[in-house]
């Protein structure tokens, strides 16, 4: 601990500061500690370990690699990047076809974000209020979500608009997220209709006309808000969004560093779940199981733009990284991730909720397949955020039970849910029997 606080940098807190456990080895979706104890992880390594860790296939590709070729950059030919180009650019419909590859999630949204820039000509550029798209100088004006922003001048141009969260926003119904869980809000919306989409919408359109010009450079969003705790937003609120876009000459661009490659189960990309076909697509995380590995996907119009000067990454693309994401989705495609992450995925958002109906400490259960949240509060009625200390108080008895979970939201009371995609019905079941215990903990000592 003091080589942590005296050598590393004071922005590296850490989970579970009173005991926390000294990570040495992983397995699939399980974690050891240096004193062996064993933990399900339900977070992932903030959502990145997708195929599991350590996953043979991709331990197979990556020595296999290793002993060939580390690195060469893009300004050499080395036949695996064209390959995985292929391969990945095949998960996409339409025009979506041209692949940049970078090292992180913050990199591809910053390129992303450029790159609508440079290609309408305009610079207003639109996110959601609670939205998380990365903390580099450029993305800390994109994200808005305080607690993760310095007082320094950022954000020249962009605009948030409201978030269009169905729990905690203004409006919100019974019927408004495409999954099986519901907020507990009474609902009068006639079949195929959303009043609170149409609301927020509305606000939307109100933010456009009075903060922005004529002309926009674009919109970036996640269907469902990782950082932001698992925020699912309405049905037909991102194709109504991009209309709007659109219609003033802006691109949209999907987030997919946490929600794609099949995590939500029924798609292998967020938006196909949305209804919507973004012009740029950014995605990180899952892509490399844990290696530095991220991309955009755009379309061969707006890519053309980056040549108007030289564009370069050193790392992106390079022999190895291109090995172990075409490893990842090989792994993908043969265990059969994305079925997992539906069937499994409903199961446990299915018994998730019903400790939403135990517990008064349990105001709000949402997502889908392995993207879930729990939101924590001091009464449904009010939906006050749960005291810090009693969340940390909830969230290190499971730890001590033997699960990891993550914690997000603006006031940090959401518990986020987001295992490797390979837990088993057994797993779900053993996650829910801990998260139980430690609510009826939590009441037992205040009743």
Request: proline share 4%.
């Amino acid at each position: 601990m003091n080589v942590r606080k005296e050598k590393l940098s004071p922005t590296y807190y850490i989970y579970h500061p009173t005991s926390p456990p000294v990570i040495h080895e992983g397995k699939m979706q399980w974690l050891w500690d240096s004193n062996n104890k064993r933990y399900l992880d339900l977070f992932g390594g903030i959502v990145t370990v997708g195929v599991g860790h350590c996953h043979p296939k991709v331990n197979e590709a990556v020595k296999a690699q290793m002993d060939k070729l580390w690195h060469t950059t893009q300004i050499y030919m080395h036949p695996n990047i064209h390959e995985y180009a292929e391969r990945l650019t095949e998960k996409f419909p339409g025009d979506l076809k041209v692949c940049f590859f970078v090292n992180s999630g913050s990199e591809a949204n910053d390129l992303a974000m450029f790159m609508a820039r440079q290609y309408t000509k305009s610079f207003d550029f639109i996110s959601l209020r609670n939205a998380y798209h990365g903390a580099s100088p450029y993305m800390m004006g994109v994200t808005a979500v305080g607690t993760w922003k310095y007082d320094h001048p950022v954000g020249f141009g962009v605009h948030q608009t409201m978030n269009a969260d169905v729990y905690r926003g203004l409006w919100g119904g019974s019927n408004c997220r495409d999954s099986i869980a519901q907020t507990t809000r009474t609902c009068n919306c006639a079949q195929g209709q959303c009043e609170a989409t149409d609301n927020y919408i509305a606000q939307f359109e109100d933010m456009l006309k009075h903060s922005c010009g004529q002309r926009v450079a674009g919109f970036i969003a996640e269907y469902i808000q990782g950082v932001g705790g698992s925020v699912h937003l309405p049905k037909g609120f991102l194709p109504k969004a991009y209309e709007l876009i659109r219609a003033r000459g802006g691109v949209c661009i999907s987030d997919e560093v946490q929600t794609g490659f099949g995590r939500l189960g029924s798609s292998f990309w967020a938006f196909e779940d949305a209804g919507v076909v973004p012009d740029i697509v950014t995605m990180a995380k899952s892509i490399g199981n844990g290696y530095p590995l991220a991309a955009v996907v755009t379309t061969p119009e707006i890519a053309k733009v980056m040549g108007e000067a030289i564009h370069f990454n050193t790392f992106g693309g390079n022999a190895l990284g291109s090995a172990v994401g075409m490893a990842v989705l090989d792994a993908i495609e043969e265990d059969g991730t994305q079925k997992n992450s539906e069937v499994v995925g409903t199961h446990l958002l299915s018994e998730l909720l019903k400790l939403r109906d135990e517990f008064e400490v349990v105001g709000d259960v949402r997502g889908k397949g392995f993207m879930l949240g729990m939101e924590l509060v001091a009464d449904k009625e009010s939906k006050n955020p749960l005291p810090a200390a009693d969340i940390i108080e909830i969230w290190d008895d499971m730890k001590n039970m033997g699960i990891l979970v993550g914690r997000g939201g603006v006031y940090g009371n959401a518990l986020r849910i987001k295992p490797p995609m390979c837990i088993t019905k057994e797993d779900a079941d053993f996650a829910v029997s801990v998260m139980r215990t430690a609510f009826q903990n939590y009441t037992q000592k205040r009743s």
